[in-house]
T-cell receptor, first 113, second 112 residues
């Protein structure tokens, strides 16, 4: 069974601060997806990283895929209250069992004004 | 675009009752999945389908049935509801294993 460990589980910071969320596994994934979920809604894809060492930027959000494709990080610069939500990483394994998508348990992020 | 549509959005059941959660997608996606989301447990896969007529069990299948008679629809049936099935249920679809998963808005189910 493939597992994705996300840390921290909860994070509450002030607006304007920087933060990093981590997604770690002992398994190799063909790609890794990051989703954001707001209360009462389903998760929505933010980005997919595919190549080991890849860095993608989405405005103030920076996503990195580890060189060995086992881990990933999400860094938010100058956090805003609108960044509040549940952030989920999901590993894609085309050759794995089940439906090929393994979710971490998520990081609950609260940005206080 | 409608995307993935789940109904109902809220439901209260009594222990032992049965019901069907509906899920429909209009993107012609082959892959469809059902998850439950509980505090501290993340998204757990219940059942999934890789195409019409093909279904398989996920991590937590007990107490649930699915069928996939068409590409568009993937209903989830609770045979005899139990309080342990109180949860938020999400349906998702994808074109293939490497692409984005599109989620419905979820069904919040309470079993009393």
């Amino acid at each position: 069974t493939q597992l994705l460990e996300q840390s921290p589980q909860f994070l509450s910071i002030q607006e304007g601060e920087n933060l990093t969320v981590y997604c770690n596994s002992s398994s190799v994934f063909s790609s890794l997806q990051w989703y954001r979920q707001e209360p009462g809604e389903g998760p929505v894809l933010l980005v997919t990283v595919v190549t080991g060492g890849e860095v993608k930027k989405l405005k103030r959000l920076t996503f990195q895929f580890g060189d060995a494709r086992k881990d990933s990080s999400l860094h938010i610069t100058a956090a805003q209250t609108g960044d509040t939500g549940l952030y989920l990483c999901a590993g894609v394994d085309s050759g794995g069992g089940a439906d090929g998508l393994t979710f971490g348990k998520g990081t609950h992020l609260i940005i206080q004004p | 675009n409608a995307g993935v549509t789940q109904t109902p959005k809220f439901q209260v059941l009594k222990t032992g009752q049965s019901m069907t959660l509906q899920c429909a997608q209009d993107m012609n996606h082959e892959y469809m999945s059902w998850y439950r989301q509980d505090p501290g447990m993340g998204l757990r896969l219940i059942h999934y389908s890789v195409g019409a007529g093909i279904t398989d069990q996920g991590e937590v299948p007990n107490g649930y049935n699915v069928s996939r008679s068409t590409t568009e629809d993937f209903p989830l049936r609770l045979l005899s509801a139990a309080p342990s099935q109180t949860s938020v249920y999400f349906c998702a679809s994808r074109g293939d294993t490497n692409t984005e998963a599109f989620f419905g808005q979820g069904t919040r189910l309470t079993v009393v």
